[in-house]
């Protein structure tokens, strides 16, 4: 055969052409469809309520959380069920809780009718105790009294025909 016409050379070539015009089509693909800085992207086993990112280098990182969740402690994503009054079996009287972030149920404060005292024993957490003071009869001209956070009662107002002494925490006659 002469002048060229080999069919086995131009099926040879035919097929050169088909894979280098395939490849090239290949990464042309890859190339425009691997995103940009900044586009969603998913990770397998990833945190469920994650939202992910393409970084600079284009690596699928942990942007933040989806819209009606917070990160915990350990950086995981979980639904908010913080704010939630709640109770618990050991409440001494006179405090409230209230559900953290995971919705467990945590000391917030001592009611208006108490307030948070020390405690006597040594290592023992503080705790709510009753404002109830009553009123010293040997006291004269006292309006109200006030609960310290040392647990004693002291005189907080005095009645207007009497004076509130500082430093002996009495009320002297005017």
């Known amino acids: 055969m002469r002048g060229g016409s080999d069919p086995t050379m131009m099926i040879v070539i035919l097929m050169l052409m088909m894979s280098s015009s395939s490849s090239v089509a290949a990464g ?76 467990a149920c945590e000391f917030e404060m001592c009611k208006e009718t108490h307030i948070l005292a020390a405690s006597a024993t040594a290592g023992d957490d503080a705790y709510c105790r009753n404002l109830d003071c009553t009123l010293d009869p040997a006291v004269t001209g006292a309006a109200t009294y006030v609960l310290g956070a040392d647990g004693v009662c002291r005189v907080a107002t005095c009645e207007a025909t009497h004076t509130l002494n500082a430093t002996t925490g009495s009320c002297d006659a005017n």
């Open 28 to 103: 042309a693909y890859y190339y425009l469809n691997m995103g940009e800085e900044g586009d969603v992207c998913t990770i397998e086993d990833g945190d469920p309520f994650g939202v992910y990112k393409l970084d600079e280098d284009l690596k699928c990182v942990k942007e933040g959380c989806v819209t009606d969740t917070d990160e915990d402690a350990s950086g995981n994503c979980v639904v908010d069920l913080s704010g939630t009054n709640c109770t618990i079996e050991e409440a001494a009287d006179g405090t409230l809780y209230v559900t953290n972030l995971a919705g």
